[in-house]
Structures are given as C-alpha cells and as structure tokens.
C-alpha cells in the first residue's frame, strides 16, 4: 500500500503521513475526527485519506490550540464560523456575477427601446411649423 496516493487530481495521505505532516500523533487525528474539527475522505474499508486541506486544517487547530489557547469546542466554533464565511463569499460572488449579467441586459434592453423610439420621430426642417386645429363645432 502506498502512503500517497491521487484521486482525481487530489493528492490524498494516509493517516501515518498526515499526522506527520501536521506534527500530531495519528490518534490525535482519530480523535480530531470524532470531534468533527477534520472530516478526512474515506476508502470503501473505512480508512482515512487525508488532503493537503486537511492537513493545512490539523496545522491550523494545533496553533489555535497550543498559541491561542482555544480549547476544542472553540476551535470547532472558529472552523464552522471560517467555513460559514467562505460559502458566503463564494454566494456573494456568484450573485455580483448575475448582477452584471441583468445590468448589462439592462443597457441592452434600454438601447432597444431607446433606438426604436427613435424611428418613430420625423425630422422637421428648420422654421416650418405646422399646427392643427380641430374645426369649430
């Protein structure tokens, strides 16, 4: 068996080698994953196959853990709160991108108007006035 392997363009690890990585010991990664602080990919037989996401993520709750002092629940908290955060801006994205697509309908559908308001006028030359007046009744 391997220890990296690539499925579908990710580079994925064993947990030997996450820990590793991420300077914790491999039970710390098991217990991280009950607590649901690290959700690794998992084989048909139940392993755990970690991404370099996962393991920026480990390096991550070690630091908040050991510089900060953020107990487990907290980190989890700042985790849920960073993830909450990274769907909006990628909602927020797609949302400015609809936005210009309706306002440049917009300005497409005000030239159209705009352009065929124009043929229905007819140019009067200079001086020539013409008024009508209805007959008296």
Excluded: C
């Excluded at 309706?102 to 108007?113: E, I, K």
């Amino acid at each position: 068996m391997t220890q990296e392997t690539t499925v579908s363009q990710t580079t994925v690890f064993v947990i030997s080698v996450a820990a590793e990585m991420a300077g914790m010991h491999p039970q710390t990664l098991r217990q991280y994953d009950r607590l649901g602080l690290v959700t690794p990919v998992r084989t048909g037989g139940g392993g755990r196959r970690y991404t370099e996401r996962d393991v920026e993520l480990l390096r991550e709750v070690q630091r908040l853990s050991q510089e900060e002092g953020v107990n487990l629940a907290g980190i989890k908290r700042v985790i849920e709160l960073e993830n909450q955060v990274e769907a909006l801006r990628s909602r927020l994205a797609e949302v400015d991108a609809e936005l210009q697509e309706a306002q440049a309908a917009l300005l497409t559908a005000h030239d159209t108007a705009v352009a065929s308001l124009r043929r229905d006028l007819v140019p009067l030359s200079q001086g020539a006035l013409v008024v009508w007046r209805p007959p008296a009744r």
